[in-house]
């Protein structure tokens, strides 16, 4: 007790140095104040508070010592908040329930007096209702993320597939509807408790359920909306950061959904016209027992960032914020509807945005290709480009020459994207390795300065 007593006399003299109590055998105590301080070291985050545009570039470069060092005290975000979101029951439902709960409320025992035991069971069945309406609503406002804190690939993903601002706006109107029905619920009840008579309370014990139903279901369709987003978010694929990803790129049926389900687990719809693929695609590829992840993405049309669809968007989201490895696929066998000079002029712009991935070419669809390259009678003339000309006969340089019906360049395909995802691997485990090693120079850091 005595050298608590003197601990707590220490701290409260020098509340930011440590203490340490010593007893002699003559019963005396010492307190002896250590001369080191220890600083109190706040980690912050800044949070993303702009809306998402599809232009960025997910290029995962070796970062410098300082620049490392400077970022240890920011939370590394991650994937996989879709899958944590809360069931939401429809408004019906809802309702129903809380109705059911609310009516089995007895009346507070040991209340002689009719007209009191009855103001007495219909305040408190009024309270209940409010509280069983009001509960989910405000568990739904807490435990659905706020989208500022998410990683910046699902945030895309709300903002491409619900709408901009819709997520936080059916959030807000719920939030809204909880105040509400906790408002009305609390006026009734009151009212219901001031009754005088059995037949006033029981009176005003109706109008305020009828008027909590007809509150609750004005704005109700806020919650099934909110259902809505919940069942659409929560089907969106799930991606692990830790695991090397293969994303597939290029026009509109070019044939990468025909190569996904050549590589992959992946079983996406094939079909002869634009945008078959409507949303993102996760597949696996196993390689000598190691399992990778594999991606089909919508096509890619020769227009500006601005005049893109959500569907394009998506696929920029993709390459942008996750370290994905690229397979580009181009179809010059002129069935896929976009014509080679404006693949050529799609691809280019796409491997310069993001040069920091790692790539490989493939062109399908080979067992097509003719010895005169395919003219579209929109094109204009070559006007000499080199580069062009040998885009239209064979593609890419080193590119990758396959075709899935006749099943050539397929074993070659699965060589070289089991290398690249090999490689795609080592490059995530070098850059968690410098994240670890950075955070452990911070903390060797503060322990440093703790012992000046």
Known sequence: MGTSLFHNYGRFLYPNCYSRAQKFPNGFFSVVLETKCYPMIVASKNLQTGSYEAGGSYVPVKETKEQLLAKTSEVREAVGAFQKLPMVMPSVDIFQSALRKAKRIPPTKGIANIAKREKNKGAKQLDALMKELAVPLRIYKENFPNKTLLHPYERSLIELTLGDGNYEEVLRKVDALRKKVVSIGKEHASLCAKS??????????????????EVFFADGKVVDSLLNNAKTLRAMPVVDLETPILCLVGAPNVGKSSLVRILSTGKPEICNYPFTTRGILMGHIAFNYKHFQVTDTPGLLRRHDNDRNNLEKLTLAVLSHLPTSVLYVHDLSGQCGT??????????????????????????????????????????????????????????????????????????????????????????????????????????????????
Not at 201 to 213: N, P
Not at 397 to 409: F, N, P, Q, R, T
């Open 339 to 452: 014509s080679p000079s404006d693949q050529f002029l799609i691809y280019k712009e796409m491997k310069e945005r993001f040069s920091g991935h790692l790539w490989l070419d493939v062109v399908s669809k080979c067992d097509l290709l003719e010895e005169s390259p395919v003219f579209f009678s929109t094109e204009k003339s070559d006007d000499g480009d080199v580069e062009l000309i040998k885009y239209r006969k064979l593609g890419p340089d080193e590119a990758i020459h396959v075709s899935v019906k006749s099943e050539v360049g397929l074993n070659e395909l699965k060589r070289r994207v089991h290398e690249m995802l090999l490689c795609q691997g080592n490059r995530i485990k070098s850059e968690t390795s410098d994240q670890e090693n950075s955070e452990d120079q911070c903390e060797n850091s503060d322990d440093q300065y703790g012992k000046r």
């Open 196 to 213: 005088t008579t059995k037949k006033e309370a029981e009176q005003r014990l109706s109008e305020g359920m009828e008027k909590l139903e």
